[in-house]
């Protein structure tokens, strides 16, 4: 079965904190995706990567930085977590295929993430 | 701007009942989905739509799309309580392009 895992499905930092989401995929995915879901704004994109080492940014960029190191690891950084930082983070992964095609998401369980 | 938007943004209906919610995008897609997510989970894929096609069914889910009116339509027929979640539409502009989300619609399905 194919699987998205987030490190963790809750966590609570305190203002000014580095805060590492982590997010891995076991399907050979090229593309990973980083959003944020908020009451009446839906899900809003931060960051995605089409491939290793390669970033790209979303909608929503500021205040996070993204690493992809390795082709299933795809990693959310908030350098200094702040308030308005509270959220629901989703990450996600999706096949490329030669040509482009139609993709697909695959979305991890979700971290809800409080900073105080 | 928003390039999915759905409606209604919460609906509410008995089991048994059919629910239909609504989506219009702005711009020109190569394909529309949809997704669904129960209570602070994640999202799950329901169904893909092309820009060339005009209905898909998949077991009790029907979706249309409509190019010129750029909206579509996601019937679930004989709502369960299972059903209840918040139901997502996603357009993707070009082919392997990134995706982008409206605001979803909160169905509740009463037992």
């Known amino acids: 079965d194919v699987k998205v895992t987030q490190s963790s499905r809750y966590l609570v930092k305190r203002t000014g904190e580095k805060v590492f989401l982590e997010c891995v995929q076991d399907?050979?995915?090229?593309?990973m995706f980083w959003y944020r879901q908020d009451p009446g704004l839906g899900l809003r994109l931060i960051y995605f990567?089409?491939?290793?080492?390669?970033?790209e940014k979303g909608d929503i960029p500021e205040g996070y930085s993204v690493s992809r190191e390795k082709k299933e690891r795809f990693s959310l950084i908030l350098e200094s977590a702040s308030t308005n930082q509270t959220s629901m983070y989703l990450c996600?992964?999706?096949?490329?295929?030669?040509?482009?095609?139609?993709?697909?998401?695959?979305f991890g369980p979700g971290t809800r993430l409080t900073v105080l | 701007s928003q390039q999915g938007e759905e409606d209604p943004q919460a609906l509410s209906i008995q089991e048994g009942e059919n629910a239909t919610m609504n989506c219009s995008y702005k711009?020109?897609?190569?394909?529309l989905q949809w997704y669904r997510q129960n209570s602070g989970r994640g999202l799950v894929h329901l169904i893909l739509?092309?820009?060339?096609?005009r209905e898909k069914h998949s077991g009790r889910l029907r979706v249309t799309l409509d190019t010129s009116k750029k909206s579509s339509s996601l019937l679930i027929t004989a709502s369960r309580a299972a059903d209840t979640a918040s139901y997502f539409c996603?357009?993707?502009?070009?082919?392997?392009?990134?995706?982008?989300f409206g605001e979803g619609t909160q169905l509740t399905v009463n037992p």
């Open positions: 990567s089409y491939d290793v080492k390669m970033k």
């Open positions: 996603a357009t993707q502009k070009t082919s392997g392009s990134r995706l982008t």
């Open positions: 711009t020109s897609i190569n394909n």
């Open positions: 399907m050979d995915h090229e593309n």
């Open positions: 996600a992964s999706s096949l490329w295929t030669s040509g482009g095609g139609d993709n697909e998401q695959f």
């Open positions: 739509i092309r820009s060339n096609e």
